[in-house]
């Protein structure tokens, strides 16, 4: 109850009074109407083979062309599996030299640190508590219709939308260059998420628990989002922009997102890859001379 209230009066307060004041564009930037993946032709996108987007700083531009990674074959990787205490306790000895630092303020340490960890694929399993088209960023050269899709997974499956006193999650994002393959694998987020973030920044749920998932892609150290304000154990507070604050575990995520795959029964029967193809492997990062190969659909 205490949720519905807080959405209750947000919806009010983004949708009545924002708009109609005068920094209006300033606090709440339009935002795409998807609810839902589907095929984008991006063969008309003028930010296509721009990999560093409209960034207008070599930090920047770095930031976006590990985001605009396209996608990689997982079937040679040698990778090991995942969950939020694991991934936490991989980037935790990152996390506690560079607490509120941006990669342009690096040591030539943390850069030798950081460099290979960015060039990893892991897999990551958690429940897709709350999904949502993410608003215009310089990485899509501000568009709204080309946009990341934010999935917040968390360690267990909420029963309710983030709120205060909850667990932050880990970030995952579907980028515009990775979304059709995922879509093509039949991948869904109303299928997936027990809730979705709608364009008036409002969140409605999708009748159905929060589905537990495999999540496949480049690990990323976001520093735009490195700050006390972003990072943290346990939700605070709301910002009038709707998400909650602090906004996720830790700097690092997934992105881009580069397959999903279904763990429980539910998920597996509404988001799974289509009967006629071939059981899809998913590899998680370990020393190439030691493989492990993962099934992250028998988990």
Known sequence: MRTANFFTILRFVVAVILPSGPFAFAARPAISEDRELKEIDVAGWDCRDKLEGSATTPDGAE???????????????NLKPMDTAAFLRYVAAFDAQTKG???KDLTAAQR????????????????????YAGPPEATNCGSIDFHDWHLELFEKPLDHAPQIGDP?????????????????DNIRMQALAGFIRAPDLTIDPTAHPARKICVTGYLLWDDEHNGAADVGATIRSFGVNGYHQPWRS?????????????????????ASSPASAP?????LW?????????NCSKR
Do not use: M
């Open 63 to 77: 930031r976006n062309r590990l985001k605009n990674r396209s996608a990689s074959d997982l079937t040679r990787l």
């Open 101 to 103: 630092t941006r990669r």
């Open 112 to 131: 030798r640190q950081l460099d290979p960890l960015e060039k990893q694929i892991v897999s990551f399993t958690g429940y897709v508590v709350l999904a």
């Open 168 to 184: 932050t999650p880990i970030i995952c994002e579907i980028t515009p260059r990775t979304q059709n393959a995922i879509f093509r």
């Open 250 to 270: 830790t700097a690092w995520e997934i992105h881009p997102v580069i397959k999903i795959e279904g763990l429980d029964a539910a998920s597996s029967s509404t």
């Open 279 to 283: 059981p899809s492997k998913t590899w």
């Open 286 to 294: 370990e020393d190439r001379a030691k493989p492990i190969k993962l």
